[in-house]
């Protein structure tokens, strides 16, 4: 018998492990990583979120921590509470607000400003990036755009925003902003967000 015909059973007395960690690395390292246990009581616990080989993001549980500070990104910003955008809810890696269309927001033709329409997209994005924040470390935009599909009208804008990456520095998140009248629903503007991580600044003591 040769001695290739004798590989398969001396591979077949290996362990599939130690199969794994010679000549699949890659998957070896993955099956561990899968293997570690994980709970949401960990702060800032990071796992991999369900993507295509190849394109794995870091994923950070949302903690008490994150709600608070996504809660301050609205409540310290003057210009958003001047315009009147309330923070609906906020989860795991997304943001929901919404914004009450008046006279003031509206432009030369009786539409919403696209100014309206970035601004709520933006915040909404930086809402949902804080949910991804680690600890000590707030976000800031540092590249946006934004497309307009439809002239925005109507009482209400809804806007929601997704992570679609967190990585150590940068997080990248998309957002649709959309309004509703006479029930029926429609979006307006869609963007995409890239928000780094910064050091958080504490209040100051006096």
Not at 122 to 148: L, R, W, Y
Request: proline share 6%; net charge positive; glycine share 6%.
């Amino acid at each position: 018998m040769d001695q290739a015909s004798l590989l398969p059973r001396r591979l077949a007395c290996i362990p599939t492990r130690l199969r794994l960690a010679r000549f699949c690395p890659t998957l070896y390292t993955q099956q561990k990583r899968d293997a570690r246990p994980e709970t949401d009581e960990s702060p800032g616990l990071f796992r991999i979120m369900e993507k295509p080989p190849g394109a794995y993001a870091i994923k950070r549980v949302m903690t008490e921590r994150n709600d608070k500070l996504v809660n301050q990104i609205f409540e310290n910003a003057q210009f958003i509470r001047s315009l009147g955008v309330e923070l609906i809810s906020c989860g795991d890696g997304w943001c929901e607000t919404r914004i009450h269309v008046t006279p003031t927001l509206e432009q030369q033709h009786g539409l919403v400003h696209a100014g309206v329409l970035m601004t709520l997209a933006d915040h909404t994005c930086g809402g949902a990036a804080a949910t991804m924040a680690p600890a000590g470390q707030d976000v800031i935009t540092v590249e946006n755009k934004v497309s307009f599909l439809r002239p925005a009208s109507g009482p209400l804008l809804f806007c929601r925003a997704d992570v679609l990456r967190a990585g150590k520095r940068l997080v990248f998140v998309e957002a649709k902003v959309s309004t509703e009248q006479a029930n029926d629903s429609a979006i307006v503007a869609k963007a995409s967000s890239t928000l780094a991580f910064i050091p958080l600044k504490l209040p100051s003591r006096t």
